[in-house]
């Protein structure tokens, strides 16, 4: 049975050491001192070991069922649900007004990813729950948000989000779930979604369902689209339930994996429904949630790849098969462990550099949401958002391999679903798909995010490399060999990509889209690599100034110097790729595919 | 409900027009000429989409299940096992002496590829009996081949691989399964074997499996280790079944996909076995077996990757979803269908030009090794076995990726279990595992094959490729351009590495093998880069000569310039890493992961 142990050690050392998170000016940050984080990662580590990871095979096997209209969650998910509300961690990152701790986004995400390594079908109730009270909170009325969000906040009351129906899912403007005006101020939502995660279950007494829905006589396509509030129980005035509303599951889908999380098609028959936000401007506000849980989705990437990883090193440490090539290392066992072996190493040492990689890239996109909610930043909340589609896209893609390569360490064991390392690899591979596949995430990035605001916020990300690149050479050879000059060189391949783009892809778009998915990837890792440069760099600093700890900082430098020699140097395959431009992608009349 | 078409036109167009079978001058392709083979794919092709096909979700969903001993197979198998043996196919590429067709492997690849690619947990049955033939064929006294053999070829009989044991799979030095010798020339075997696919099952009177041992008191190790024949019933001197044997299944496993397949803990409790080939050489015996399952798996990879990729294309174009970006191509629709978008269409590129290069890659291996059963050619055999990790590893890694490829076409429908793409990567996922996992080739192929006789078999390999370069240079510059010329860039990343092994291994060979899965790839790359530029070749030879069925060759040559100028350049990258050395990748003590 897999086992998980919560980085805490790894997040304590990017948030202090790396974001040097309290000295950065956003309101709240002032209140994370070391010991403080420490504690409430220590705790959060508690549960998601000891309470979510035990229960990580069982849902897994069991599923949910439905019977009667009835959804059940696995054994053992109902009263985890309850202990994980007691403790208030769904509140977390929520305003004191509706129930939360006000903790700002970076702790959120910190927290998160424990969950959702140790359960991931588990902490999506909590995480769509959470992305519904987001939207409610940035475009409700203050009636709406006083009904819905102290429940939502607590758990209570869980939450969904309703895009999908059976022939669309990326091209919303397609949809034709109904929304007819009652005269009263609420709607009538008649129409079938599918793909409902956490759509229906027993873990909650109310489900607040966030519907995107075509108001009667509203404009045609995507530019009709309104987005509703569709509580499964009507909330009377005081807050207490009332009726039945008019929304039923249909089925509950079977999955490649997620097991645990009911995914549901839900029919709304006529359901009362109350506009959140302004009419036909539905897109508007389920990008809320939409970008929210597009990060959400990038930290599951690198939970599962994380998890994984762990369970893959104590199998490689454990299991003895062959001799070490360049002499016995077990002279008193039958065989050397797995890990003395060079290809183990590579797969590990991959695994490793990613999820460390990927775990400070994901803290970072947290500071700043937090600098652009908190202190109304206005470029950071430009450059996350074009980070967002690169988390998403990059972190699922790239976590996705790292369970199948953390799976392969296991050899034949991996296959067997006992040994629990195919549910990470099959858990894992939902993300490269919902919230937008990541083909979508790619278009998005591509297509919008590059030449937004005139390309500003690309031109921020460059300076940014050059900046840090400028700041911290010259102190150390080793250090500008292995880590600057490599990024350099990283990001170089990236700014004449985006420069084929712009030369290219005024005159034919296709130019730059089939060079999407690759510019996604080389993002991405020059994104790593300017995390593994903060990493390296901090980490030498310490080591200068004499750290007690000294094996976590030159393990961190050692990881490091693996990625940016490994790793980072595929941006120039990506480059080529790019560069090839779309003559080859698109020569073929589709019949002959 | 996937469907499978199977690719009769391409195998004949690899077989005529590029490996020019029948005028190979190995003995037996001269009778195969395109109507004969066109008419054997054809009815092949039949059993695969109409009998074979319809089966594979139904095995995937049923799985085997097992009860007093009894393992029962899928709804349907058992009823087309027959079919397949009534139509001969096990025995296609067996001698005549044993009921066999004498075909040549080259045939038997083919027919194998289409088989797999309906139904790889189905077809394991027929392909692990065909294995454990050829071990008895190459080892076994004529009185065995006699006894065995009639009922192997024509499947009557099933036959199994009997190596890992729970505390070993790679090592198999560390085997505990004893065999004692019981005066009469046979032995009473003892000891457990898990991961046995087809180990037990409904399907046919008797199974035949060879299961390695160790004599006791033979030799310590690897070298104690002899290969056995023990028939779940024993068999009486007229050929008639005897009593039953002392082997029982103890367990099936649960597995992430092939559920089809049934594979099962096996226990030996003083079975009765028969030496198959020298005490202590159990080994070599089994290596007959190894060699033939790893091409076997290899053309796995491919077959999933092909079926996977045909559904694809059908939902690609099916599937309406947003419109061109370069303007509206379904007018009269909501919406156009998925393959305008560049990015699926890249998706869709790197699939199809996988399977075909792949395709031929295959066939060109079984060419060689009929050419070395056939013509006794030395070289040919040198040069195949220097390609089979290669095959296996490649093939497997890149089949894989192109399956969770063919499921993101598919978006959220990809995850549904329902839509049957889930099903391709499950299955694919263990070819990656099986006959050696994917690490084992790399360090087969570096390790072992790569200096072999001097190093003479990659010489060779260049040879060749330098060869075709020269000969077909010069004719054609936009051929040149497109074809020659990188497969000259990949061809010299490749001896780069060779020669950075050569340089670095020999005073560590850490250098050498914690390059070894690059180099297993990179060596792919060429391999499919050779076989685009001889199919490309071949379709520019056909459209000077006129060919009537310009598009097909149209197709071909634009889809080999989509390998050569997206694909082959992965060399570069793999090179990079290679020349990085072992440095990074052994830098942490293990304590440090």
């Not at 059940?72 to 007691?86: D, I, L, N, S, W």
């Not at 009263?184 to 079938?192: L, R």
Request: aromatic residues 8%; charged residues 20%.
């Amino acid at each position: 049975m897999p086992r998980y142990t919560a980085p805490t050690k790894d997040l304590s050392f990017i948030i202090h050491d790396v974001l040097k998170a309290t000295q950065s000016g956003i309101p709240g940050y002032d209140e994370l001192e070391a010991d403080f984080t420490a504690a409430i990662f220590e705790e959060a580590g508690k549960i998601a070991s000891g309470l979510l990871q035990p229960l990580n095979t069982i849902g897994d096997r069991e599923g949910c069922t439905l019977e009667n209209g009835v959804v059940r969650t696995p054994t053992g998910f109902k009263a985890a649900f309850e202990q994980v509300k007691a403790g208030g961690w769904p509140g977390l990152d929520m305003p004191e007004q509706y129930g939360g701790q006000n903790m700002p986004a970076l702790i959120g995400t910190a927290v998160g990813e424990m969950f959702s390594a140790s359960n991931q079908a588990f902490t999506m109730y909590q995480g769509l729950t959470h992305g519904a009270a987001s939207a409610i909170l940035a475009h409700g009325t203050d009636a709406q948000k006083d009904m819905y969000l102290p429940n939502m906040v607590s758990c209570e009351w869980t939450g969904t989000m309703n895009l999908t129906e059976p022939h669309c899912g990326t091209d919303l403007g397609l949809m034709r779930t109904k929304a007819a005006p009652q005269g009263d101020g609420s709607y009538k939502i008649t129409g079938q979604k599918i793909f409902i995660s956490s759509g229906e279950h027993d873990m909650a007494e109310n489900i607040i369902h966030l519907v995107l829905a075509k108001i009667e006589g509203g404009p045609e396509g995507i530019k009709g689209v309104s987005l509703f509030i569709v509580p499964k129980f009507n909330v009377n005035e005081d807050g207490s339930l009332g009726a039945r509303n008019g929304v039923a599951v249909g089925s509950i889908e079977e999955k490649m994996g997620i097991h645990g999380n009911s995914t549901c098609v839900m029919n709304y028959d006529g359901a009362t429904g109350y506009l959140l936000g302004e009419q036909h401007k539905g897109m508007r506000a389920m990008f809320t949630m939409m970008n929210e849980a597009r990060l959400g989705v990038g930290m599951q990437g690198l939970a599962q790849a994380d998890a994984a990883y762990q369970n893959a090193v104590d199998y490689a440490k454990d299991r003895l098969q062959g001799r070490a090539v360049t002499g016995t290392e077990n002279p008193d066992g039958p065989a050397d462990p797995l890990i003395v072996h060079p290809d183990i190493r590579r797969s590990l040492m991959e695994q490793k550099s990613f999820t460390e990689g990927a775990r400070a890239f994901l803290l970072w996109g947290a500071t700043l949401i937090d600098a652009a909610h908190r202190s109304g930043d206005n470029d950071a909340d430009g450059l996350v958002s074009l980070l967002t589609p690169v988390i998403k896209g990059f972190v699922t893609d790239q976590g996705y391999d790292m369970t199948v390569k953390a799976q392969q360490v296991y050899g034949g064991h991996g296959y067997i679903e006992e040994w629990g390392m195919s549910q990470y690899t099959r858990d894992a591979r939902i993300a490269m798909i919902y919230e937008g596949a990541n083909g979508v995430q790619a278009l998005d990035l591509v297509g919008r995010k590059l030449a937004q605001d005139g390309g500003k916020h690309v031109m921020a990300f460059f300076d940014l490399v050059k900046g840090f690149c400028k700041d911290n050479a010259g102190q150390d050879e080793a250090f500008d060999r292995d880590f600057i000059e490599p990024l350099k060189a990283a990001s170089k391949d990236m700014q004449a990509a985006s420069m084929y783009f712009v030369q290219n892809g005024m005159k034919n778009p296709n130019n730059a889209l089939a060079g999407s998915n690759d510019f996604m990837h080389m993002f991405g890792h020059v994104c790593l690599g300017l995390m593994w440069a903060r990493m390296g760099n901090a980490a030498r600093e310490a080591l200068v100034g004499g750290a007690s700890d000294a094996a976590f900082y030159e393990t961190k430098l050692a990881t490091g110097r693996y990625y940016m020699a490994r790793q980072l140097p595929a941006t120039a395959l990506h480059l080529s790729r790019i560069q090839s431009g779309a003559e080859t992608v698109m020569a073929l009349d589709a019949a002959n595919f």
